[in-house]
């Protein structure tokens, strides 16, 4: 089974700055990645597919990269409502894995 | 819109059962394939299991396999998860979520329900 590691597994931002995480699989998936948040007590929300596209309605400061086996979601200009969980998931093939989570915390 | 709407949680004693529901609505339910991912408290998301739009082919994780089924009604607009052998490590929020396209993940969620497996 392909194996998704997700790094940070944390990290502390301030309104404004530019956050990036990344995703490494443990095979080659083409662009098969999605990008979800996930705010506590709340579903996960897709926010990127296929790599870089974006789902409707996610505002354009989130965007992703890469191909292959590594990948990147950049966030440009962190917002006080973007602090949350993000997951990574490959679904290039079966079992779909999801990385372990980055935390978006307030610095 | 897309709204899924899950049933069927509760509090179940090792190696017991329970079945959980699944009710979708705002999209052609028939055309899409469906998954079941859980959550453990305070852990991260885990894939468990996806049927085809059509019931035609089904996925577990193998930490599921051969304890868990997954099925669907699409007359009724339903998906289920029949988990049986049930272990405390199946704890967790249980979530169903609409397939994006054919095998891909998931693009809508619903907002789960709990299942706590304790004696």
């Known amino acids: 089974a392909i194996q998704m590691t997700q790094s940070p597994s944390s990290l502390s931002a301030s309104v404004g700055d530019r956050v990036t995480i990344t995703c490494r699989a443990s095979q080659g998936i083409r662009n098969d990645l999605g990008w979800y948040q996930q705010k506590p007590g709340k579903a996960p929300k897709l926010l990127i597919y296929?790599?870089?596209s974006l789902q409707s309605g996610v505002p354009s400061r989130f965007s992703g990269s890469g191909s292959g086996t590594d990948f990147t979601l950049t966030i440009s200009s962190l917002q006080p409502e973007d602090f949350a969980t993000y997951y990574c998931?490959?679904?290039?093939?079966?079992?779909?894995?999801f990385g372990q989570g980055t935390k978006v915390e307030i610095k | 819109q897309v709204q899924l709407v899950e049933s069927g949680g509760g509090v179940v004693q090792p190696g017991g059962s329970l079945r959980l529901s699944c009710a979708a609505s705002g999209f052609t339910f028939s055309s899409y394939g469906m998954h079941w991912v859980r959550q453990a408290p305070g852990k991260g998301l885990e894939w468990v299991a996806f049927?085809?739009?059509?019931?035609?082919?089904?996925y577990y994780a193998d930490s599921v396999k051969g304890r868990f089924t997954i099925s669907r009604d699409n007359s009724k607009n339903t998906l289920y998860l029949q988990m049986n052998s049930l272990r405390a490590e199946d704890t967790a929020v249980y979530y169903c979520?609409?397939?994006?396209?054919?095998?891909?993940?998931?693009?809508?969620w619903g907002q789960g329900t709990l299942v706590t497996v304790s004696s």
């Open positions: 979520a609409k397939g994006r396209i054919a095998v891909a993940g998931p693009d809508y």
């Open positions: 049927i085809r739009y059509d019931g035609s082919n089904k």
């Open positions: 998931l490959q679904d290039y093939n079966y079992p779909p894995a």
């Open positions: 296929a790599a870089s």
